[in-house]
């Protein structure tokens, strides 16, 4: 029986098609992901000095990378997109998901191992790009099939089994990221993270001031943070919430109704969005992830129709 | 590959990424997903009165032959991000919060993982780590005569109660961090 749950969770529900639409809607969301993460890199003289990193991750310390290389930043970052583009269009797919791998990798190293910053902004997109790696995206809806049918044979010939466990995989990865939070902030700090107001008091206070102060101590940008400080039971309504939000985040998975999924998500990228602008916590687009949990070929078959008599309309 | 590779990988998977979680193991690209995790509660909320031109500027440095100058985001070719955190919390002596959130409410298992007896946290070597990331971007050697022995910057803090929002009072801290010939062994 356990193994009957295990063969039908992991190895049902997907298609090649669903993949490939996952691959190119991803993809698309990345483009943009990338520049919210890496924007800092502009900021720096590409003739300028190669800072010394104060706090080198653990990969540059194995590899002995010492500095960062403005020019390397940016000509990384431009292969970055071109790479994400790759994999948009299926042009040689495992190379482009391949190289983006290498290059976050690469990027996201310079950029927190300047003064020891610590993100976690591409865990979740790193699995998803890793498992696409291992599946068989580029099979369907590519440029790889177009030029070469045996590739869009093989694409046919896919079967569901082995579309569908890269995106269980995903979805069950990103769950657990959540999950892991809470589990986190209770290891951390205990059940006091979310009881006590001051939590979020203190992390909108410490936000809102970031700009700069008046000699009243209220914030010179962005006033909305400093008000939502000042109101103790939203406060404390907000830290049950995070609780609710990451604790139940794994129920998803169980979740029969693609309606209730994307009711939820909403309420989840609300929460992102809202600490983007609220606490400057850049996970505003993270919710580009989220297309895991939808079978996206299906929606593709639903709105396809639509837009075929919109074309004969206007032809 | 077969179906039979794909639950051993899985298996493998599952087994990897939980225990990372176990651990405590943030090291990219596996996690436990600490971020917002740390924080203390206490009755007064202390923030510093952030000012970019100040920070932007840099710090105050004296070098071995005596002469001074600031060292900013300009002269290390920083981004404005990393240059907040270089001189409001590392030259005030504070770690990246990873360190924190590593050794927090810290378990057996995990403090004997680290090498780390009861008690005791992380080693704070911060004050080395901002020498050698300036000395070295600027191309210093420690028998250089522009070779910075000594960092200072002051920043001001306000303070408030979680009781009484409304009333604040402020003061001054200052960071003055002197170089330490012992440390030109890990040089």
């Known amino acids: ?315 | 590959m077969t179906r039979s590779t794909v639950n051993r990988l899985l298996v493998a998977w599952l087994c990897v990424i939980w225990g990372a979680v176990l651990v405590r193991s943030d090291s990219f690209p596996l996690t436990w997903a600490p971020m917002y995790s740390a924080w203390e509660p206490e009755e007064v909320a202390s923030n510093r009165v952030v000012e970019t031109d100040v920070y932007m500027r840099g710090m105050l440095v004296t070098r071995r032959d005596g002469t001074t100058g600031y060292v900013g985001a300009r002269e290390l070719n920083i981004s404005r991000d990393h240059m907040y955190r270089l001189f409001y919390q590392r030259t005030f002596g504070r770690p990246p919060i990873f360190y924190m959130q590593a050794t927090g409410n810290i378990g057996a298992v995990n403090r004997w993982l680290r090498g780390l007896e009861e008690g005791e946290s992380h080693p704070d070597d911060t004050e080395f780590r901002v020498f050698r990331s300036l000395n070295k971007t600027l191309g210093q050697e420690p028998d250089d005569p522009g070779f910075i022995v000594r960092v200072q910057a002051s920043i001001e803090m306000m303070y408030r109660r979680f009781d009484n929002l409304s009333k604040i009072w402020r003061d001054t801290r200052v960071a003055d961090l002197r170089w330490d010939e012992s440390w030109r062994e890990r040089w």
């Open chain 1, 1 to 315: 029986m356990l193994r009957r749950a295990w063969d039908r969770f992991w190895f049902t529900g997907f298609s090649v098609e669903s993949l490939a639409m996952l691959r190119i809607c991803f993809g698309i969301g990345l483009i943009f992901f990338h520049v919210t993460q890496f924007y800092s890199f502009f900021m720096v003289d590409p003739g300028g000095v190669h800072f010394y990193l104060m706090e080198p991750v653990w990969y540059f310390e194995l590899l002995g990378v010492e500095r960062q290389i403005p020019e390397l930043a940016y000509a990384g970052f431009a292969l970055l997109e071109f790479a994400t583009l790759g994999m948009i269009l299926g042009f040689r797919t495992r190379l482009s998901i391949a190289v983006q791998i290498l290059l976050i990798f690469y990027l996201q190293g310079v950029r927190d191992s300047v003064t020891g910053d610590v993100h976690h902004r591409y865990l979740v997109p790193i699995q998803m790009l890793f498992f696409l790696l291992l599946s068989k995206c580029g099979q369907a809806y590519s440029v790889d099939a177009r030029r070469n049918p045996r590739v869009a044979a093989a694409g046919r010939a896919v079967p569901e089994w082995e579309a569908s466990w890269p995106i269980k995989a995903m979805q069950v990865y990103c769950a657990s990221f959540y999950f892991w939070s809470v589990l986190a902030k209770l290891r951390v700090t205990g059940w006091i993270w979310f009881t006590d107001p001051r939590r979020i008091q203190d992390l909108l206070l410490g936000r809102s001031l970031i700009w700069g102060a008046t000699d009243a101590g209220e914030p010179v940008f962005n006033p909305l943070p400093y008000w939502l400080m000042q109101q103790e039971t939203l406060c404390r309504i907000i830290a049950f919430s995070t609780f609710v939000m990451e604790a139940g985040f794994p129920l998803i998975l169980l979740l029969p109704s693609a309606r209730a999924r994307l009711l939820f998500l909403c309420g989840v990228a609300f929460f992102h969005v809202s600490n983007t602008v609220l606490a400057y916590v850049g996970f505003g687009l993270f919710p580009i992830v989220f297309f895991i949990f939808f079978d996206l070929e299906d929606v593709r078959r639903r709105v396809a129709p639509y837009f075929r008599r919109i074309r004969s309309r206007s032809s």
